[in-house]
């Protein structure tokens, strides 16, 4: 089965840095990896669709990598805002839709 | 990106009822939606899969005769809370595929608060 990780659980960071999540996820055969956010009591935000035969998708001051042979997908932040605090979750889709536990950023003023 | 709708966003109800959830694909025809619970800074937790025209498919665990869930059309799936009690109190999310693309869309989430 699936196995999706998001570390860290939680990361503070002053305004302006830049800071990369990661997401792994155990087993390589996947059709896309897709990035969300969620602001507490609202929904997923849906922020980058990596398909499997890509390897980077950039919308803005995100840029999200994926390295299916390892497993493993980034999103990196840039600038970062206070605006960006909320928890960032990862999925991938095989079979079906597997989650990742998410991070919970928090953009220090 | 595609909206998907979610109706309503807070619900409260005595223990005992009932009460339906909407979720709608807007400009997109979503072919499967999910329904999802999330506790308090937990993950979502799938609750069932519905395909347009067919019966949903529950993940182990979840009572497909207390959460009833309906996909009538390629932009409408409801999920039922049948006779509610205060352990259904949750956060409820949908999200639809959009048709062919495997990329997923989701609702604003339902506060559901049974008394």
């Known amino acids: 089965k699936q196995e999706v990780t998001q570390i860290p659980a939680a990361l503070s960071v002053p305004e302006g840095e830049n800071l990369v999540l990661n997401c792994s996820f155990t087993?390589?055969?996947?059709?896309?990896l897709q990035w969300f956010r969620q602001d507490p009591g609202k929904g997923l935000t849906s922020l980058l669709l990596i398909q499997s035969s890509q390897r980077e998708q950039t919308s803005g001051r995100l840029n999200a990598s994926l390295d299916k042979s390892s497993g493993r997908s980034t999103l990196y932040i840039a600038a970062s805002q206070p605006g960006d605090s909320a928890t960032y979750l990862c999925?991938?889709?095989?079979?079906?839709?597997?989650f990742g536990t998410g991070t919970s950023l928090t953009v220090i003023p | 990106g595609a909206v998907v709708s979610q109706h309503p966003s807070w619900v409260i109800c005595k223990s005992g009822t009932s009460v339906k959830i909407e979720c709608r694909s807007l400009?997109?025809?979503?072919?499967?939606m999910f329904w999802y619970r999330q506790f308090p800074k937990q993950s979502l937790m799938l609750m069932a899969t519905?395909?347009?025209?067919?019966?949903?498919?529950?993940e182990q665990g979840v009572e497909k005769d207390k959460f009833l869930i309906n996909h009538a059309s390629l932009t409408l799936s409801t999920l039922t809370v049948t006779s509610a009690h205060p352990e259904d109190s949750s956060f409820y999310i949908c999200?639809?595929?959009?048709?062919?693309?495997?990329?997923?869309?989701f609702g604003e989430g339902s506060r559901l608060t049974v008394l």
């Open positions: 999925a991938v889709l095989g079979n079906q839709f597997y």
């Open positions: 400009d997109f025809q979503a072919t499967t």
């Open positions: 087993d390589s055969a996947i059709y896309n």
């Open positions: 999200s639809g595929e959009r048709e062919g693309a495997g990329e997923l869309f």
């Open positions: 519905s395909n347009e025209g067919s019966k949903a498919t529950y």
